[in-house]
């Protein structure tokens, strides 16, 4: 075992570490699990990493993330050691370059890194990919979510009216992970469209704006379906950011059962939200955004999406109800999604 | 029994980019302004340069603007600025 370099602090018990932490601005707010050098040790070794290796670099102010201190993250969210493979590879696909980490971080747009996992490792775990998904109820997904953010916390700077510059933020920022429902999907997983070996365990994450929830249980017709997807993300564009970039959508069961009867699959859905999500400029005017809708050509069309391959399609969410989401970029292009392996 | 736990944040050795030692004076420097490509940035400049040059007696500013806000600068712009003996980094708005 390698030796641990943080500093230590002494508290009486389990109630004055997290006193000490709240104090300190070291937490979300929430109460931590004290990261205690055994506790810490554990878990490093079971993902087989040292203490001191760099997991990844933030590429804007080089600030190096050891494995030590996801690992202290790991704990302090509630996890389990078999999670920290998990955490740190979502940590190494936040460090590359079109993730942009810092803008992210930083913004007055208030993003959460949202996460899907793919792959053998969400049974393993016992991850969640149905009933309320995208709420509360799955450790593994609560807390490999809430790792992240304490982690952005205590390692980038990410305190809010700090470097977190957030005009609101939303709730996925206290932590927003998923994991595909692979089983009982009739479409290819994530990670694999996105070039990971099939079977392989990866994780996929993109900076996302507060989900949208859709209705749409009137119609067995997959247009129909896909519509209210793309119509939701054209009101995005209109009131939120016109600029093109991964959108994600999450599909319900009751929805993809109505794509698998016609033979779509993930491309010819990506292909008709492409061809579905665009607006004019002008159309800024019926939004109250007059002001800026003339500064350029107000027939030019924008489109959601820069091609097909832009959205994100995650089929997860319980048997019954035809609720899907949308989740809107932080800002176009300047964060793109990003896929990792899980080193096992 | 009590419990010790360990520090979650970024130690000083995880700093990878530290702040130079400061100049003496700024009499005669050569000073670069990077400018992060927010709304606000330029005008701010503008100011900053005239004092400079005016009220501290700065002998040369280079100016040079990152493509984009929320990345870091490209290596030539980076390679641009090593010449000063200061360099004025602009973040948020």
């Known amino acids: 075992m390698e030796t641990l370099q943080s500093p230590l602090y002494e508290v009486a018990d389990a109630f004055e570490a997290n006193e000490l932490f709240q104090r300190n601005g070291w937490t979300d707010g929430l109460p931590i699990v004290p990261p205690t050098e055994s ?46 493979p998990v955490v740190v590879a979502i940590v190494k696909a936040m460090c590359e370059p079109e993730f942009g980490f810092h803008g992210v971080t930083a913004s007055t747009g208030g993003s959460a890194p949202f996460v899907v996992v793919n ?57 927003f992970c998923v994991a595909e429902d692979e089983e009982d999907s009739p479409w290819l997983p994530l990670a694999t469209e996105r070039g990971v070996t ?36 054209r009101a995005n564009m209109l009131t939120y ?42 159309e800024w005017r019926a939004v109250g955004k007059s002001a800026v809708a003339p500064r350029k050509d107000e027939d030019a069309i924008y489109t959601a999406l820069r091609s097909p391959d832009d959205l994100l399609v995650v089929a997860a969410g319980g048997p019954a109800g ?23 | 029994m009590t419990l010790r736990v360990l520090d979650p944040r970024l130690s000083a050795e995880g700093e990878a980019a530290r702040l130079a030692a400061p100049l003496d004076s700024l009499d005669g420097a050569l ?10 940035t330029e005008r701010f400049y503008d100011h900053l340069e005239a004092m400079l040059r005016e009220r501290y007696g700065v002998r040369e500013v280079i100016r040079r603007r990152k493509p984009d806000a929320s990345r870091p600068a490209p290596a030539d712009v980076l390679g641009e600025l090593s010449a000063a003996d200061a360099i004025v980094s602009g973040i948020g708005d």
Request: glycine content about 10%; proline content about 7%.
């Open chain 1, 39 to 84: 506790v810490v040790s554990r878990f490093l070794d079971a993902a087989g990493v040292p203490a001191g290796a760099v997991v990844g670099v933030e590429p804007v102010r080089r600030r190096r993330i050891t494995a030590e201190k996801v690992a202290i993250a790991a704990v302090m969210a509630g996890g389990l050691p078999e999670y920290l």
């Open chain 1, 119 to 175: 792959g053998p490792v969400r049974l393993a775990l016992g991850m969640n990919a149905t009933h309320n998904v995208l709420g509360n109820g799955s450790r593994p997904n609560a807390t490999i979510g809430r790792a992240l953010r304490l982690l952005i916390i205590n390692v980038l700077g990410g305190i809010p009216g700090q470097l977190d510059r957030s005009t609101l933020g939303h709730p996925g920022k206290f932590t």
């Open chain 1, 198 to 233: 099939p079977g392989a365990s990866a994780v996929t994450v993109l900076a996302v704006e507060s989900p949208h929830q859709i209705m749409n249980e009137w119609t067995h017709d997959p247009r129909d379906i896909a519509e209210t997807y793309a119509a939701a993300i």
């Open chain 1, 241 to 282: 950011s016109i600029w093109a970039g991964n959108y994600a959508i999450v599909v319900p069961k009751q929805h993809r059962q109505i794509f698998a009867e016609a033979g779509w699959s993930k491309r010819d859905l990506r292909e008709r939200v492409h061809e579905r999500a665009r607006v004019s400029r002008r």
């Open chain 1, 322 to 344: 035809g609720f899907g989401a949308i989740l809107p970029p932080w800002y176009g292009k300047k964060s793109l999604a990003v896929t990792k392996g899980i080193d096992p």
């Open chain 2, 31 to 40: 000073v670069a302004l990077l400018d992060n490509a927010k709304i606000g």
